[in-house]
């Protein structure tokens, strides 16, 4: 939970554009922020943990190919925790989903339908194949999507897509794209 | 423990067909032999030359003959032999559902191409005049224990060694491999005395397929002590017909069941038969079928 | 003539409501465990669920059958036997079974259940289904995909059974509920463990672009730099024999039999079956839309049939076997 500082400063220029465009959606300590939704929703909603299952103790991987950020999600219900790194950093993941950040984004909002998401080619699997299927599988019955689990409330998605737009734009011009 | 001979799987050529038999017959091993194109009516024209007299020679070689019925009969004819078949008097083995209305009670053997997978299925078939199963191959030893634990009355059959099937379609892979449909198929399986090959297309050997019939490329093989396979209550071995040596394949089963060799001794015999193909056990243990034997 | 019953897959309570929303005269659900054919990580009923969503179904008209339609495991039919014992005391209005164990199990103990023969059962021909029928008392058979329209009207006029039949999702190549292919590469398959290519044995490794779905030990298919790539179900694995390499089995393609419902309906099958309680919410809320305008409204039209095409595996559809023989 503590580190984000040393992180942020750890990171490369891009990186850092893309995370204070973040974190200036998610407020200065967006893992912090996230964890505590998270848990939240937990609460309101333990259905969705029971429906997972074993795979709530799975640690799931957003990594973004072009903006070099990583979300981690560990979906433990009223113990999970969300974290936000940058490319490289975050340790082992079980299951991971890379792509482009609007890939991932367009994925977390359940703008794509769930076969499509890997048809595609955008986005790429790897890892715990089972427990992306049981996520996939719970977020639908629970008629939630990735985003929800990462605790963005609702509101701050029109503002968190145009951060994410900024921070693509960014690393583009550092043509990491 | 009986060493049994089951039906030919693939499609040989007359000559071919009645020379093995032959040796059966007069120089082999085997208590009992199925016999039957189960897999493909098409081929019936060709085996009806000669399955006829080859079960003469066989009982007069001392040999039990059981007539196996149709794997999926679907047509007029194929459902018609289908019933003709359970209507035989004698030991029949059963293949599909579709036989066990016009066997009406009469003994029978409930073949591995069968769904019976437990004890309740196998108490009801009983009831129904099953003398015999032989365990679906997706059935480890231990299922097999506990059914005999259920059903200590029904003898049981064990697919000991051979390629085993996965797998049946109405559609002919033979054929389709070639551009062709089963209806023009030019009998195309007929090259393949144990199965075409069929690698993933890394080149991993994979599966072997028989006209409408798919099976493992792999061999599977028997390599569980004798005293595990008794005490599940295994009463007879089946070896499924391939074109290697199967009489010396015989002889070494009939030495295990004996108790005159361990296991590990019939590798040789079953490497004879299999040829490059690897050996697998992993469906009698409860794992993966694919997985070796002997390791 | 009575209408065709429109029954759509329910993979989870979400699901169940929205087909019914939609307009399904019924569903089909199983339970979280091994009982059922899409025994799938994160997807179906337990046991309360199941009650809830039998009750709200009931209050809109619509009803539940339970798909119990693995075979169950020797030394261990608890399970199957708790299955049938449980989905009828949440109310489900009928079983879908294929183990001639468990029909025996679920005959005795539930005389007047109703239940219906799974495609898992492999029943394809009269006898067959005679045999059910007799032995069991099942009031109606799902039938393998493979039968023509002719083949479909001669079973009728044999057999005093309700027939139903696949209208629209992904089909098995083989036998359904005689294939082995899944256990021979990972220990798991439809008939014991409800599951096919299971997700835990598929593993994705890209390099340099190309993408390769294994399962197992084995790779089943590689989709070139920007290629859609696909799941490594086995029947549709890229397999080489002799020089090629070819999708051996089928191409990905999916069934829909939209326009032969009125043909159907002449023939007097019964019910009508969409596939996929793994596919989610949106899926069955098209493709249920689809299907009921169809039926009520005499005809899809040009929006309903590019709704289901894009639901479609691969994007490529046929009507099956039921023209013509399929070989």
Redesign the interface.
């Given at each position: 939970m503590s580190g984000w500082r040393g992180q942020r400063k750890g990171m490369d220029g891009t990186a850092r554009r893309a995370f204070d465009a973040i974190v200036d959606v998610l407020g200065t300590a967006p893992g912090l922020v996230l964890t505590r939704a998270l848990r939240r929703m937990a609460r309101r909603r333990p259905d969705v943990f029971?429906?997972?299952?074993r795979?709530q103790n799975t640690l799931f991987a957003l990594d973004a190919v072009d903006v070099p950020l990583r979300f981690l999600l560990w979906p433990r219900g009223e113990h999970g925790a969300v974290r936000v790194f940058a490319r490289g950093a975050g340790g082992y993941a079980d299951a991971t989903v890379s792509g482009r950040l609007d890939a991932l984004l367009a994925m977390a909002l359940g703008r794509r339908?769930?076969?499509s998401e890997?048809?595609?080619?955008d986005l790429?699997?790897?890892g715990?194949?089972?427990?992306?299927?049981?996520?996939?599988?719970?977020l639908?019955?629970?008629?939630l999507d990735w985003i929800d689990l990462l605790g963005v409330p609702r509101p701050a998605i029109k503002p968190l897509e145009g951060a994410v737009a900024f921070a693509m734009q960014a690393a583009r011009a550092a043509g990491l794209h | 423990m009986e060493i049994t001979l089951g039906p030919l799987l693939f499609h040989w050529p007359e000559p071919v067909a009645r020379d093995f038999y032959a040796r059966v017959a007069d120089e082999s091993e085997f208590d009992r032999v199925y016999l039957g194109e189960i897999v493909c009516s098409k081929r019936w024209p060709f085996t009806d030359e000669w399955l006829a007299p080859v079960a003469e020679r066989l009982s007069r070689g001392g040999k039990a003959v059981v007539w196996s019925s149709p794997a999926?009969?679907?047509t007029p004819r194929e459902?018609r032999a289908?019933?003709a078949l359970a209507a035989r008097a004698g030991l029949v083995e059963i293949n599909?559902?579709?036989?066990?209305?016009?066997r009406a009670g009469r003994p029978f053997v409930a073949g591995p191409?069968l769904?019976?997978?437990?004890?309740?299925?196998?108490?009801?078939?009983a009831s129904r005049g099953c003398v015999r199963l032989c365990a679906n191959?997706?059935?480890s030893l231990?299922?097999?224990?506990?059914?005999h634990?259920a059903c200590p009355e029904l003898e049981l059959e064990l697919f000991a060694f051979g390629r085993?099937?996965?797998?049946?379609?109405?559609?002919?892979?033979h054929?389709?491999?070639h551009g062709l449909?089963?209806?023009g198929c030019k009998f195309l399986c007929a090259q393949d005395p144990d199965g075409?090959?069929?690698?993933?297309?890394?080149?991993?050997p994979?599966?072997a397929?028989n006209g409408v019939q798919?099976l493992?490329h792999a061999y599977q093989c028997l390599d569980t002590p004798r005293e595990a396979v008794a005490g599940a209550g295994v009463g007879a071995l089946r070896l499924s017909p391939h074109s290697g040596d199967m009489i010396a394949l015989a002889r070494a089963f009939r030495a295990y069941e004996r108790e005159k060799i361990g296991p590990d001794d019939l590798r040789h015999a079953a490497r004879e038969v299999a040829g490059a193909a690897s050996l697998a056990s992993?469906?009698l243990r409860?794992?993966?079928?694919?997985a070796a034997a002997f390791s | 003539m009575a209408a065709l019953e429109l029954v759509a897959p329910a993979?989870?309570?979400?699901?169940l409501r929205a087909a019914i929303e939609a307009g399904a005269d019924a569903v089909y659900c199983g339970l979280r465990d091994e009982t059922n054919a899409r025994n799938?990580?994160?997807?179906n009923f337990?046991p309360p669920e199941l009650r809830t969503a039998t009750d709200w179904a009931h209050a809109h008209g619509a009803k539940v059958f339970a798909a119990i339609n693995t075979?169950?495991?020797?030394?261990?039919?608890d399970a199957w036997r708790n299955a049938v014992d449980c989905t009828l005391d949440a109310g489900v209005d009928a079983l879908i079974l294929?183990?001639?164990?468990?029909l025996?199990?679920a005959r005795a103990a539930h005389p007047r259940a109703r239940l219906h023969l799974s495609v898992q059962?492999?029943?394809?021909?009269?006898?067959?289904i005679?045999?059910?029928v007799?032995e069991f008392g099942v009031k109606r058979v799902v039938l393998p995909r493979?039968l023509t329209l002719a083949e479909i009207t001669a079973l009728r006029a044999e057999v005093d059974v309700e027939i139903e039949v696949f209208a629209f999702g992904g089909m098995c190549?083989?036998?359904e509920?005689?294939?082995?292919?899944s256990?021979?590469?990972?220990?798991r398959?439809p008939?014991?463990c409800g599951v096919c290519s299971?997700?835990?044995a598929?593993?994705?490794?890209?390099r340099d672009g190309v993408?390769t779905a294994r399962l197992?030990?084995?790779?089943?298919?590689?989709?070139a730099?920007?290629?859609?790539?696909?799941?490594p179900t086995l029947?549709k694995?890229?397999?080489?024999?002799?020089e090629e390499?070819?999708h051996?089995?089928e191409e990905p393609v999916s069934l829909n039999a939209i326009d032969l419902l009125a043909d159907f309906q002449a023939i007097g099958v019964a019910a009508i079956k969409l596939e996929g309680r793994?596919?989610?919410?949106?899926?069955v809320a098209t493709i249920v839309r689809a299907f009921r305008e169809a039926l009520d409204g005499g005809g899809p039209s040009a929006a309903q049939r590019q709704a289901l095409s894009r639901l479609s595996e691969g994007g490529r559809q046929t009507d099956g076997?039921y023209r013509k023989?399929?070989?």
């Open positions: 029971e429906r997972l299952g795979y339908d769930a076969d890997m048809f595609a080619r790429t699997i790897s715990d194949t089972a427990a992306l299927v049981a996520l996939r599988n719970t639908d019955a629970s008629d | 999926m009969p679907s459902r289908c019933d599909d559902v579709a036989a066990f209305t016009a191409l769904n019976i997978y437990n004890e309740l299925a196998a108490a009801r078939l191959v997706e059935l231990d299922a097999v224990g506990a059914i634990r085993t099937p996965l797998a049946i379609s109405a559609r002919c892979y054929a389709r491999r449909h089963k209806d075409m090959a069929a690698s993933t297309f890394e080149g991993q994979f599966l397929v798919t493992s992993g469906y409860g794992e993966a079928g694919v | 993979g989870s309570p979400a699901m799938f990580p994160g997807l337990s075979y169950a495991h020797a030394g261990a039919v294929a183990d001639i164990g468990v025996a199990y059962a492999s029943a394809g021909t009269p006898e067959a005679a045999f059910y007799a493979v190549v083989m036998a509920g005689r294939c082995a292919l256990s021979y590469v990972t220990g398959s008939n014991l299971p997700a835990e598929v593993s994705y490794i890209e993408l197992g030990a084995f790779a089943l298919d590689r989709f730099p920007g290629e859609p790539a696909g799941y029947c694995a890229r397999l080489q024999c002799g390499s070819i051996l089995f793994q596919r989610g919410t949106n899926y076997a023989q399929w070989r």
